[in-house]
């Protein structure tokens, strides 16, 4: 992965190797310290499930406004992965609930209320000045540790619990006066982290079990961000290393830090939504395509024996599997899995994290446990095509001066968040055979 980054390197000449070493070393020292330490573990634990148990808040607005999620009975249910045939009333359990989404039902009503509750939720954090100490601990830490400018320090700990357009929010006042290197780190920790609401939504649609290593998977990611920018474009300038967070609320008064949050989050739960219509309608017709044309060329049966029945056709699924199995093989995903793992990946890069999740919640049962382990932190980042758009709009949008460099940066920044969330799926990877619940 590291070799990736170098070969892309604008300067390997400066590259600070030091840096390197030192955050790797740290990535592995937290994940060490979550995953292994039981009373850290113990500890972020109850953060989790304390995360977990306010997204259970949302259940109640959610439930007066479309009705609550049914614990019991019979659902109707479309085919799901050849486990019932369309028509088939199966029971609602804790198994088969995740996969019922295809109805819409459980998506549009249960986990897209989570993210308007949860955006408005993180909205108060920042009003009151909560979430600013959090990311200034973190901050002050990196920036010990790594050696990196006060801006670029608080930007990476900020991409750990809000999005990669709020995150440069907390940096503004020094946005303009940035080096490349600078907004290259908050570009790469912007694809290598997910925000707030896209946690409530990957906790809904997996399970609250995993609630832990999503937390886990955006703490270790940031320094594998801050490597893998530092390695693509190393720092040749004089830096800011002081660690000062700016004095700005978001919002007038609490009630417009909160109106403000669940704007925010409308807009982002019904781009979600819109977006998992449009792709996954997009795929199918894709698919129905290619499924065509295998069984015109005889290449269904060829890719339903090459993968031992796990791709029955030769779909968009297929290829992409095959094209990024070599780097789940990288992560250390057992052989019999690579080319669900590939795929999981290449939609990830291709589309986004939402739509390869989807697609987790499917197919985990054909996993084994390493694999769900590697994938679920693989997955675990913004780093895709359409984050260079939205990262270009964002921050040029507080700071036009930078969108020369931002429009210069974007395909390196996306590297280097692919890379820093394999490195973390790596790490991962090597400290557990399962996800532990």
């Not at 050696?147 to 709020?166: D, Y």
Request: proline share 4%; net charge neutral; glycine share 10%.
């Amino acid at each position: 992965m590291l070799a990736i980054c170098y070969a892309f390197s604008a300067n390997r000449k400066a590259i600070d190797w030091k840096l390197v070493l030192s955050g790797i070393a740290l990535q592995i020292i937290l994940a060490l310290l979550i995953l292994k330490v039981e009373f850290i573990y113990d500890g972020f634990k109850s953060v989790s499930d304390g995360f977990v148990a306010l997204l259970g808040f949302a259940d109640e607005g959610a439930a007066f406004l479309f009705g609550a999620w049914p614990e019991s009975g019979v659902w109707l249910v479309n085919e799901v992965n050849g486990a019932a045939p369309p028509g088939t009333k199966v029971p609602v359990t804790p198994d088969t609930k995740m996969q019922i989404f295809k109805l819409g039902y459980m998506f549009a009503f249960k986990v897209l209320p989570t993210i308007v509750f949860f955006a408005a939720f993180t909205s108060i954090l920042y009003y009151l000045g909560i979430l600013q100490k959090i990311i200034y601990v973190f901050a002050k830490g990196m920036s010990k540790v790594m050696r990196l400018s006060g801006a670029e320090s608080l930007a990476a700990a900020a991409n750990v619990f809000i999005g990669q357009t709020e995150a440069p929010l907390v940096i503004k006042p020094y946005l303009d006066k940035m080096t490349k290197s600078e907004i290259m780190c908050l570009m790469t920790g912007g694809m290598a982290t997910i925000a707030g609401g896209i946690f409530a939504l990957c906790v809904s649609l997996l399970g609250p079990e995993y609630a832990l290593h999503f937390l886990t998977a955006s703490i270790i990611s940031a320094p594998a961000a801050i490597v893998a920018a530092k390695i693509l474009y190393p720092e040749t300038e004089e830096v800011d290393r002081s660690v000062v967070i700016p004095k700005e609320r978001l919002g007038n008064n609490l009630l417009d830090a909160i109106s403000i949050g669940t704007s925010d989050g409308v807009k982002l739960a019904v781009n979600v939504g819109a977006m998992l219509l449009v792709f996954i309608s997009l795929v199918a017709f894709v698919n129905a395509i290619l499924g065509w044309f295998g069984g015109f060329t005889g290449l269904n049966g060829f890719v339903n024996t090459f993968t031992d029945g796990r791709f029955a056709t030769f779909n968009l699924e297929s290829i992409l599997g095959l094209i990024f199995s070599p780097i789940a093989w990288l992560l250390g995903t057992p052989s019999e899995d690579l080319i669900l793992v590939g795929s999981l990946l290449g939609k990830k890069t291709a589309v986004n994290e939402v739509f390869a999740y989807v697609d987790l919640s499917i197919i985990r049962t054909q996993l084994s446990d390493k694999s769900i382990v590697i994938a679920t932190y693989a997955l675990c980042g913004f780093a895709n095509f359409s984050s260079i758009g939205i990262q270009i709009g964002g921050i040029s949008a507080i700071s036009p001066e930078q969108r020369p460099n931002l429009t210069e940066l974007g395909i390196k920044a996306l590297i280097g968040g692919t890379v820093a969330c394999f490195l973390t799926a790596a790490v991962a990877g090597m400290m557990l055979d399962k996800i532990v619940l």
